[in-house]
């Protein structure tokens, strides 16, 4: 294939070591600079240009956009993508990931372990907030750093309700997220590509720091997750749209806690320690999958007039319990399975046999007419807010 790498650093390690990566296994790879790019629309088809010339064709493009250029950089590959170049990180995944309040709300609503989070913008709010999350001590994050910058512990009410008023008198947005104590200054990154963890390492801060970024100083060492880590991993990577991708977790008392899943992860930190070639399988991933462009399905699927796709829900009680899909009367009602969500396990392209059980949800494609009973009810806000505790509001 004919791989495009995305980045304004040729020679930093991870960008060297995926195209060192292509070259081996016989593909044709070029280092092209972000920001020398002229996105094409006078037109009728997008088009692109590189250096002020027609840029050539590719197969798949692999970005690597740094976080001061977001906007310009995932435009460029939303190009691509309406080029039919396939890349494992779309536009809409590397905006999603990148913004920190985004990709929290994203994961909140798919039963992804997380730390406690808040975001609030008037003075009168935050400590409120800071209660919400737990009480202090809480970690105060700006929505949009990295490699350990803009997170401050705050010990206290006080100091917190300090540094959030002087950051956002800078006109910075910051989240106020719960301090996990257990994980005493460690973390896990799982590096996923495609559907599984192909590496993992344990970040230790050094001495009293408790950010364990290897930008800080911390030590790291390779680590074997559990079905449930690397589990939350690749689910927490999918949902944001992301394919390749540095899930970053705390180890909390009750399991697994995503704290972020960043888009560009850095290589040689956890090539270093684990001793096995990420960026070979990365390259490996793409050159599979490079005959599948990214597809909008759901909005491909609603083209039809009065079709469209929607997860049934197979209530407690339901006739549809203890039947077989086939036996289930979907397809007579020209509703066809496409995934069967049970637990916190996907079961794609599920067979006519398998037996449905109560709570099942089955991502479907049909009529919307014939789905629309079988559709869970949206859910309710909670009847009382939870009430805040006598000193909240105290020192």
Do not use: W
């Amino acid at each position: 294939m004919k791989l495009a790498i995305l980045s304004r650093s040729p020679g930093a390690y991870s960008t060297h070591r995926l195209k060192t990566a292509a070259l081996e296994r016989g593909h044709e790879c070029k280092v092209l600079n972000t920001l020398r790019f002229a996105i094409d629309l006078s037109s009728g088809d997008p088009d692109l240009q590189f250096r002020g010339r027609q840029l050539s064709d590719y197969d798949a493009v692999l970005p690597r956009i740094g976080a001061s250029i977001t906007y310009f950089g995932t435009a460029v590959v939303r190009q691509f993508e309406q080029m039919d170049v396939y890349t494992p990180n779309t536009a809409n995944g590397i905006a999603n990931s990148r913004d920190k309040l985004r990709a929290t709300q994203i994961l909140s609503r798919h039963d992804i372990g997380m730390p406690a989070t808040s975001f609030v913008r008037d003075k009168a709010d935050v400590l409120p907030a800071i209660e919400l999350v737990g009480g202090a001590p809480v970690v105060i994050k700006l929505l949009e750093g990295t490699q350990g910058i803009g997170v401050i512990l705050a010990p206290d009410k006080k100091v917190a309700e300090a540094i959030i008023e002087t950051l956002q008198s800078t006109r910075q947005n910051v989240l106020i997220q719960q301090f996990i104590a257990e994980s005493k200054g460690r973390d896990i990154r799982a590096l996923v590509v495609g559907d599984r963890v192909v590496g993992a390492m344990r970040r230790t801060a050094q001495g009293d720091e408790f950010r364990s970024n290897v930008h800080r100083g911390g030590s790291v060492e390779a680590v074997e997750l559990s079905e449930e880590y690397e589990r939350t991993a690749v689910r927490a990577a999918q949902i944001m749209g992301l394919r390749v991708a540095g899930v970053d977790m705390l180890e909390g008392n009750e399991g697994p806690l995503v704290m972020e899943v960043n888009s560009s992860p850095g290589l040689e930190g956890i090539e270093r320690a684990t001793n096995l070639d990420i960026a070979g399988a990365i390259v490996d991933h793409i050159d599979n999958q490079v005959a599948f462009p990214e597809l909008d399905v759901r909005q491909r699927l609603s083209v039809s007039t009065g079709y469209g796709v929607a997860e049934l829900l197979v209530r407690e009680g339901a006739d549809l319990v203890g039947t077989t899909i086939a036996d289930s009367g979907l397809r007579e009602r020209d509703v066809t399975v496409l995934t069967l969500h049970r637990d916190n396990v996907v079961i794609p392209n599920p067979k006519t046999s398998r037996e449905l059980v109560a709570n099942d949800r089955l991502l479907c494609f049909g009529k919307l007419d014939e789905m629309r009973d079988m559709i869970p009810a949206r859910r309710k806000r909670r009847a009382k807010v939870r009430r805040l505790p006598d000193d909240a509001l105290s020192d």
